[in-house]
Each structure stands twice: as structure tokens, then as C-alpha cells.
């Protein structure tokens, strides 16, 4: 049975015949690896039949396959604004803009228009962070994690870094404080408890070998309960009576207060900057908004040292990360936040994503299988990104459910399907947040999940 079927594979040059542009590089490859698959398919009793239509559908699957990328656009619908598996921040159409003409031609990235000479590649971020933050000066890099391994060693090779026991973290993807310290060379001195760490902590672990004192917010979890901890301006108050510079790893690092959104409060940047506290780093496709980018601001003399350090050429940013943060600062100046997606997400009303919520509703009722059932209804979800782990924003779900099927079931055929869709389980049910899904995507999303339905049910 098997051998009758492979014999009825027509042969690759049989098959590229059939194409005019059958030299095309594409085609040739789709259509070897598409027979190869219908061969495997056959050996594994897939097939019980060898058609011109079969053969057809194995090359169309394979070129299809060769022209669809590994990174692709998905729709997120979890709700999760910052979220770190599906890319954390978009960014905005003009600034979008703003990046496709720098990379598609030449820029001045090192090239001073002024003077014709040599110039500085992010004087000009460099100028709108000084005026956002307050800070005397900036360093940018790759992403925060450098940030701190740089900021470590160039001010705390060899010498202690005294850190407080509760924010001896962890975050996703391995980053791990004690890790970060032992690359750099700096020695770990962690002080106080789990639970607990005092002023005096931090006092009389001090001595003539400490290069640092440092604060690490603690992102993605909190302590609660029996707790204390100090404060950056208690912690600048220590530096200063013993010569020893503050460093503040604020993780997210927000410039707008989000108290304005009904959440609890979050020192910004600007609030770090001015408790005293000699450097703070930040991520900048946290709750900043813009590309992944690790930046540091403080004062000029530590600042200046960073600047120096050998690794900061190592993890410098390039132009692409840098056209996209100088449009984010500038709409950040120029108060444009509706412009950055991340502000314009958080502050959406429930109100406005019920109504896409709606039309989501209205593209999918009646449309799906009759085991399914389709509702519209309030719930919570987080913001992500280590920002304000208790937090949560009221939010608008369409949720589905399914009689006698596996909700889970659909969740993968959604994940897998044209484009992928990122939803939400919850006991049983399947949830399309509407907070994180483009108004232009509801079509989209709708068509996505019908035929998911139908693959289902089919
Ligand atoms: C996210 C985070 C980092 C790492 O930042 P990346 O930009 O992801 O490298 C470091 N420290 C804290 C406290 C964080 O929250």
C-alpha cells in the first residue's frame, strides 16, 4: 500500500516543469522539502491517497512556510500591556515613521551638522533626558540589565556593593542581582532581612572597602505584611554622611505618575532623581514606552566614569534603538502621551474598550459553531513589565466558551493560527482582552478566531 503511493510521487523536475519561474530559489526548495514531506507522510500512514491535488498542497504548505517569519505581528489579547514574551512596548505609528526613514537611508549618527566633525551619537537624547529627569547626565546602552552590569563595574569593581536582603532579585530571563555582581567584579554585601532591613543596616555594613550603595526595585514582586524597607532619600542621607554613591535600579523607571490612573503610587524618575540619589537606571520598552534600551542618568562625576568604562562601548545602542527614542522623548516633551501606546492603553477608560468589545461581539455573533457561547464582561488585568505587580486595570473581555470542548483546545489553535492570537484562559473559559487589541485589528482577531472555530469543530 505504502510502496504504491510513494511510487506516485512525481519526481522534482516533473513538478518544477510546471512552473514558469522554476528556477526561482523559493520555489525550488518548496517544492523538494514539499515532496520530501509528503514522502514522510506517506511512511507514517498519513495518506491514503496520492492526487495532483495532494502533491500541490504539500509544495503551497512548504512555500507558504518559506515565506512566513519566525518573529512575526500577533494580536494581543491577554490584557497585558508590558508584556515581555510578546515584545513589551509597542511603539507609535510616527515614531514608526521616524525609524523607517533613518534606517532605510544614511543618518548623521556620528556626524556633527554644526561643526562637520565628529560627533556624539545620542547628544541629542542626551539633551531631552537631562531636561525630562533632571539629571545632570546620561549614558545610554542596550537594555537595563547592562545598564547595571555597567554601572557596577565601573564604579564597584572590587570593592562592596551594599544591598538590602529583600531585593536580592530574580527576573525573567536569568537576571539575577548576585549574578550581575559577581560579573562585575563588585562584591556583594547584602544587609537586613528578607522582610525587613533598617537604616542602621545599611550604616554598619559600611566600611573603607564600599564603592556602592544600591536600591533595586523589586519589579515583578513584593513583600507584604511585617515589612520595612529605606527609602532613596534615607539611603542618600547615609551615602552623604560617608562619601558613598546612591545607585537606584528602578526596573521599569516611569516619568508620568500613576496616580493620575487610579493606581497606587510609584516614585518617577523625576521623584529619584530629585530625592538625591547619585545614579538611576531604567529600561526604556518598560513603562517608558519606546525601544529596548538601558538608560542612566545621574551625576556628572559617576556618570562620566561610566561613560569611560570599556563595556559601554561593548553594549552602546545603535541607530535604530536610538531614532525611536529620541521621537518617544520628544512626544514625551512635548506632553503628545496619547502618541506613546503604552500611556494611551493605561489610560483608555473601561468605558472605550467595552465599545471595541462590542464590535468584536457584533463581528462574532451568530458566526460561531452553536456549542459556543460568546459574552461580554468586566474583568482585571495587569500591566506586566515588573511595573506595579499588584496593580491591576478594569478592563472589557469577549469570553468564550464551548460545550463539550476544550476551551484549551482552541487557546493553541488560536496561538497557532493566521495571525496568532494571544488570549487569556480562565477557569475554562477563553478570554480576548479588548484593552490590548488595535481597533483597526478587531476584523482581524474576528476572522482568526472563526476560523479557529471552525478547525475545531471541522
Ligand atoms: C526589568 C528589570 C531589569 C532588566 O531590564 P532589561 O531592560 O530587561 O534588561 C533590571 N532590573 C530591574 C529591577 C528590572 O525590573
Known amino acids: 500500500m505504502g510502496k504504491e503511493l510513494l511510487r506516485k510521487i512525481p519526481s522534482v523536475d516533473r513538478v518544477l516543469k510546471q512552473f514558469s519561474n522554476s528556477n526561482n530559489k523559493k520555489i525550488k526548495d518548496a517544492v523538494r522539502k514539499g515532496l520530501d514531506n509528503l514522502r514522510r507522510a506517506i511512511l507514517q500512514n498519513l495518506i491514503s491517497e496520492v492526487t495532483e491535488e495532494t502533491v500541490r498542497k504539500f509544495i503551497l504548505e512548504e512555500l507558504e512556510r518559506l515565506e512566513t517569519f519566525n518573529l512575526r505581528k500577533i494580536i494581543n489579547a491577554t490584557g497585558v500591556i508590558i508584556h515581555t514574551n510578546l515584545g513589551r512596548a509597542p511603539i507609535g505609528e510616527e515614531v514608526a515613521e521616524h525609524l523607517k526613514e533613518i534606517i532605510t537611508g544614511y543618518s548623521n549618527l556620528e556626524l556633527n551638522l554644526e561643526t562637520g566633525k565628529r560627533g556624539i551619537r545620542y547628544q541629542n537624547v542626551k539633551d531631552l533626558l537631562k531636561e525630562l529627569t533632571g539629571a545632570e547626565d546620561v549614558c545610554v546602552v542596550n537594555n537595563n540589565a547592562a545598564a547595571v552590569l555597567l554601572v557596577l563595574s565601573a564604579l564597584a569593581s572590587g570593592k562592596e556593593v551594599v ?88 526596573g521599569s523607571g516611569s516619568f508620568i505618575d500613576v496616580r493620575r490612573f487610579g493606581l497606587s503610587y510609584e516614585p518617577t524618575v523625576q521623584d529619584v532623581v530629585k530625592s538625591g540619589v547619585d545614579i538611576v537606571s531604567f529600561s526604556g520598552d518598560k513603562l517608558l514606552g519606546s525601544a529596548q534600551a538601558g538608560i542612566i542618568i545621574g551625576k556628572k562625576e559617576f556618570i562620566e566614569k561610566v561613560k569611560k568604562h570599556p563595556l559601554n562601548r561593548a553594549l552602546r545602542i545603535d541607530k535604530m534603538t536610538l531614532s525611536v527614542l529620541e521621537a518617544t522623548l520628544k512626544l514625551y516633551k512635548n506632553e503628545e502621551y496619547e502618541k506613546i501606546p503604552v500611556w494611551k492603553m493605561i489610560s483608555e477608560s473601561p468605558e472605550s474598550i467595552k465599545r471595541r468589545a462590542e464590535k468584536l461581539y457584533s463581528y462574532l455573533d451568530g458566526k460561531l459553531p452553536e456549542n459556543f457561547s460568546l459574552s461580554i464582561n468586566g474583568e482585571e488585568a495587569e500591566i506586566g513589565g515588573g511595573a506595579l505587580p499588584l496593580e491591576t486595570l478594569p478592563t472589557f473581555v469577549v469570553e468564550i466558551s464551548i460545550k463539550d470542548r476544550n476551551e484549551e483546545a482552541f487557546y493553541e489553535l488560536l496561538r497557532r493560527g493566521k495571525p496568532p492570537v494571544i488570549g487569556r484562559l480562565k477557569k475554562g473559559k477563553l478570554l480576548l482582552d479588548m484593552r490590548t487589541v488595535k481597533d483597526e485589528e478587531i476584523r482581524t482577531l474576528s476572522e482568526a478566531i472563526l476560523t479557529g472555530a471552525k478547525r475545531l469543530v471541522g
Not at 166 to 177: A, C, D, N, T, V
Not at 225 to 237: C, P
Request: charged fraction near 25%; proline fraction near 2%; avoid cysteine.
Open 163 to 250: 544591598v538590602s536582603r529583600g531585593e536580592l532579585i530574580e527576573i525573567g530571563g536569568s537576571f539575577r542581582i548576585p549574578d550581575v555582581m559577581k560579573q562585575s567584579g563588585a562584591i556583594l554585601k547584602e544587609v537586613g532581612t528578607t522582610n525587613k532591613t533598617h537604616l542602621k543596616d545599611y550604616e554598619e555594613a559600611i566600611s573603607e572597602n564600599t564603592g556602592l550603595l544600591l536600591k533595586v526595585h523589586t519589579s515583578n514582586y513584593r513583600i507584604l505584611g511585617f515589612t520595612e524597607s529605606v527609602t532613596s532619600k534615607e539611603l542618600v542621607e547615609i551615602g552623604k554622611k560617608h562619601g558613598i554613591p546612591v545607585y537606584e535600579d528602578l
